[in-house]
C-alpha cells in the first residue's frame, strides 16, 4: 500500500478484479498495417490541477509523436482505480497500455486480462536493465512479460532530525533495532509540548499494512503459500506477537505514542509536519508529502533502514497491455514506455525538476540495475536539490534488506488487521493472543478466496 500518484491510495485490487471477466475481455480493433499509423490509448495523464507533471506529460507526447509520427497517443487521466477498474476490462474500456500496481499484475496474468509482450521485447534492449525482481512481477512462470516497472518503493524509519537533536539523539544514527527505536521514542517523548516518541495507524487499512511491514522487519510472514498451493495466515506466532507487544508496551507503559490514536495517513504525515512526531515507518514518498503538502523542509527529516532489517515491506507500480492487442500496438506501448522512462533522459528531467524548485535526489525510486542504474546515480549527484546525506542510512541498506511484496487480498487483509492495531494501542489490557487467533481466523477466510 503505496500513497502515490495524485496522493491516492495504492490499493490492491485482488478482491475488486474477482468479478472481472475472465480470458482477457474485448479483443482489439483491427491493427494498423506494418509501418502505417497506430494510436494507442495509454492512461498516466496526470489532472489538470497537477500543473507541473501534467505539463511535462504533454511535452513528453509532443516530443514522442515528433520523433515517432506513425504512433499517436491518446492519453486518458487517473492510475488505477478500484471502484471502476474491474468494469473497465470488463465493458472493453480499459486502455490500451494501462498503469498497474505491482501486487495486481500476477492476477491480471493469471486471468489472461493482458497482453504478452515478450515477442518484441528484444527490440528495446533498455528493458534488460530493469531489476529482475520487478521484472518477475510482470512475468508468468514460463518467463512470458506483460508488462514493465516504472516505480518502486520500499519502506524504512523516518525520523524527525530537529526532535532528535532536541532529545540529545545523534540524527546521523538512526536506529537498526525496535528497542533502540523504543528507547529513542521515550526521549522523544520526554520534550513534552504533545511531542509523540513514536507513531502508529490503525484505521483506514494503514494499520495492517504497518502491522505487516513491521512483522517483515522481523523475519515474519502475513501470509503464506503451503505445499498444496494454499495460503495462509502466518502472523499467529512468535513474530506477531513481539510486534504487538512492543506496540502495547511504548504505547502504555512508556506513553511515548500519545493519547491521541485511531491515526490513518494524513495524521503522522502533519504530526511529522509541524514537528510533533519523532519517528515512523514510512516511504520517501512519505517525505514528499510532509514536504508539499504540509510545508515541511528535507532538512528537517532523516530516513534509516527499517529497524531490524529481516524485511521489509516494498511495492510499486507499472504499465500492463490489455488482451488482444495487436503486435503493431504493443511495439507502440513499448516505444512509448521505453521513451518516456529511459535512463538517458534522467539527467535533463532532474535538471528540470530542480529548476522547478522539486525534489531531487531522494533514494527511491529506483527501477535500474547495471549502466542504467549508473546514469541515475550520476544524474541525482549532478542535480540534487535536498541534503542526500540526511538519507544516506536508508539508500546503503537498499541492496541488503529483503524486499516483500503485500499479501493477497491486502486490502481486505489489512482492513482485518487494523482491528488488532486498534485494539493494542486503545485498550491497555488488550489481550495480544487473543487478537491474533480472531484475526488468524478472519485472514484465513479472506485467503481462501485467492485462486
Known amino acids: 500500500m503505496k500513497r502515490g500518484k495524485a496522493l491516492g491510495l495504492s490499493l490492491a485490487l485482488c478482491a475488486t478484479m474477482a468479478c472481472a471477466a475472465c480470458g482477457g475481455g474485448q479483443a482489439d ?19 489538470a490541477t497537477d500543473e507541473y507533471n501534467r505539463a511535462i506529460f504533454e511535452e513528453n507526447v509532443k516530443t514522442f509523436e515528433a520523433k515517432y509520427p506513425n504512433i499517436k497517443i491518446d492519453a486518458k487521466e487517473g492510475f488505477m ?85 532536541k ?13 533502540e527505536v523504543r528507547e529513542n521514542a521515550k526521549k522523544i517523548a520526554a520534550l513534552g509540548d504533545g511531542v509523540v516518541g513514536y507513531g502508529d495507524y490503525s484505521k483506514s487499512n494503514t494499520g495492517g499494512w504497518h502491522f505487516t511491514a513491521e512483522l517483515y522487519s522481523v523475519g515474519g510472514d ?48 502533519k504530526l511529522m509536519a509541524t514537528e510533533k512526531l519523532g519517528q515512523q515507518i514510512g516511504s520517501t514518498g512519505d517525505l514528499t508529502n510532509t514536504v508539499t503538502r504540509f510545508k515541511g523542509t528535507y532538512d528537517n527529516y532523516g530516513m534509516g533502514p ?61 527501477v535500474w540495475t547495471g549502466a542504467s542504474e549508473q546514469k541515475l546515480i550520476e544524474a541525482t549527484k549532478k542535480h540534487a536539490t535536498i541534503p542526500t546525506e540526511n538519507f544516506a542510512p536508508f539508500a546503503a541498506a537498499l541492496g541488503r534488506i529483503p524486499v516483500k511484496l503485500e499479501p493477497p487480498n491486502a486490502q481486505q487483509v489489512y482492513a482485518a488487521l487494523d ?22 481466523q478472519q485472514v484465513n477466510q479472506i485467503l481462501a478466496t485467492v485462486k
Do not use: H
Open 222 to 269: 502475513v501470509a503464506v503459500k503451503d505445499g498444496s498451493g494454499v495460503w495462509r495466515a502466518a502472523f499467529n506466532n512468535d513474530k506477531g506477537r513481539q510486534v504487538l507487544q512492543q506496540l502495547k508496551d511504548m504505547r502504555w507503559t512508556d506513553d511515548s505514542m500519545g493519547q491521541r490514536q485511531l491515526l490513518e495517513y494524513d495524521d503522522l504525515v
Open 306 to 366: 527499517i529497524p531490524g532489517g529481516l524485511g521489509t515491506l516494498g511495492g510499486g507500480s507499472g504499465y500492463m497491455f490489455k488482451a488482444g492487442l495487436s503486435p503493431e500496438k504493443i511495439k507502440a506501448g513499448l516505444t512509448w514506455l521505453t521513451f518516456k522512462k529511459n535512463p538517458d533522459r534522467l539527467a535533463s528531467d532532474n535538471e528540470k525538476a530542480a529548476a522547478k524548485g522539486l525534489p531531487v535526489g531522494l533514494p527511491e525510486p529506483n
Open 419 to 440: 482491528t488488532v492495531m486498534q485494539k493494542v494501542l486503545t485498550d491497555e489490557n488488550a489481550d495480544v493472543d487473543k487478537l491474533l487467533g480472531d484475526a488468524e
Open 167 to 179: 532529545a540529545g539523539l545523534d540524527p546521523d544514527k538512526p536506529p537498526a533495532t525496535w528497542a
Open 81 to 165: 482505480d478500484p471502484q471502476t477498474f474491474s468494469a473497465k476490462i470488463a465493458g472493453g474500456q480499459l486502455e490500451d497500455v494501462f498503469y498497474v500496481y505491482l501486487t495486481d499484475a500476477q492476477n491480471l496474468i493469471a486471468k489472461r486480462q493482458v497482453s504478452d509482450v515478450s515477442p518484441q521485447l528484444a527490440e528495446f534492449p533498455v528493458t534488460k536493465d530493469y531489476k529482475p525482481g520487478l521484472m518477475q512481477v510482470f512475468s508468468d512462470q514460463a518467463g512470458k512479460v506483460y508488462g514493465l516497472p516504472d516505480d518502486n518503493y520500499s519502506l524504512g524509519l523516518l525520523y524527525n532530525r530537529k526532535l532528535y537533536e
Open 29 to 47: 480493433e483491427p491493427a494498423a498495417s506494418a509501418g502505417g499509423p497506430v494510436t494507442i490509448t495509454v492512461n498516466g495523464l496526470p489532472p
